[in-house]
């Protein structure tokens, strides 16, 4: 059974929508920057490589079957502004799972942005697609990450070492989940 | 004595691998009699790892009298990170007699010094105190504990990981190596 949510999700100072081809700009704007790719999987992106990805995010906007994303921009309602993107990727049907991802801006970053935005994601998930858990992972080094896990209240499931090859060295990967029932005393 | 299974193993096998505690980890789990045949022949085929997705099953014989109580695989599960897990199970009316503890310290010295794996994992059932307790008489360090992640049997999934480092291991292995010393002379 597939979820398509109505959008935009509307928080208290952020607007969360679709992608759009006029996005390359913003989103270009983060993910061009080596900082921002340290932890990604991915490089720095090109100008083409960004283009590339904002169009297969303009569909990403529901989920038919495990696997599928929903990939949404965040937007200071004040400005306009796109100051970073958000991912809910559909794991499982039989266990009801899912794993959130977020990238932002790091000019916009220490403001509470992310936590608002992952917030609303986490609704979404567990209240309009009948989630049972959400997971997330990231890198043991980036601190800012599994600090807005732990602010969201996820729980640290696994601290993996030397699991895997992450651009030529050894990865250490951290793994946090939430359940339904402990979301916002349970949705 | 640890060696491959043989076909007329089944018999044996066929005590535990059935039961309903023993299913999950199992590389063919079992639920009838007439399916442990099937189950013999595809751990007697596994005998070595030529590449990343092998798993090579050792039969657990006891000395004492050569009957099988339980077996243990290494599966290759990634080549370019030397990612091996292991698998096990005995027949629960052997358990606790520190067999599984040998057989395991048998197979974790062969996969980091003959296959040269980097890290050994192992996976078990979150309420299953006893094999939580022997991965840590290993010297396994609790790295996961995944709850409620996945459905098994029906239930909600409770789920430990357990891994060592072929370099903790080698310091915690009963062989030293000769301390070193200063040059003298």
Known sequence: MGFFPDFPIVTPRLILRPFTRGDVDAVFDYRGRRDVAFYLFDGPLSRDEVATAVQQRVVQIGWNEPEDKIVLGAELRETGTLIGELSLIWRSEEARQAEVGWIFHPEYQGRGYATEAAGAMFDLAFRDASIHRIFARCDARNGSSWRLMERLGMRREAHFREHAIFKGGWDEEFIYAVLRREWRDGV | ?185
């Open chain 2, 1 to 185: 004595m640890l060696r491959p299974f043989e076909r007329q193993d089944a018999a044996h096998v066929a005590r535990y691998h059935v039961l309903p505690t023993v299913q999950r980890y199992l590389i063919r789990p079992t639920r009838y009699q007439e399916d442990v045949a099937g189950a013999v022949d595809v751990m007697s085929a596994q005998r070595g790892l030529q590449r990343p997705g092998d798993t090579l099953t050792l039969a657990l014989e006891r000395k004492l009298d050569k009957a099988v109580i339980g077996h243990v695989s290494l599966r290759w599960s990634d080549a370019t990170a030397g990612q091996g897990e292991l698998l096990f199970a005995i027949d629960p009316a052997h358990a606790g007699n520190g067999f599984l503890t040998e057989a395991l310290t048998a197979m974790m010295n062969m996969a980091f010094d003959h296959f040269r794996i980097h890290r050994v994992f192992v996976r078990c059932d979150g309420r299953n105190h006893h094999s939580a307790k022997l991965m840590q008489k290993l010297g396994m360090r609790l790295e996961a504990h995944y709850r409620e992640h996945a459905l098994f049997q029906g239930e909600w999934d409770e789920e430990l990981h357990f891994a060592i480092l072929d370099r903790e291991w080698q310091a915690s292995s009963k062989v030293h190596p000769l301390p070193i010393r200063e040059r003298v002379a």
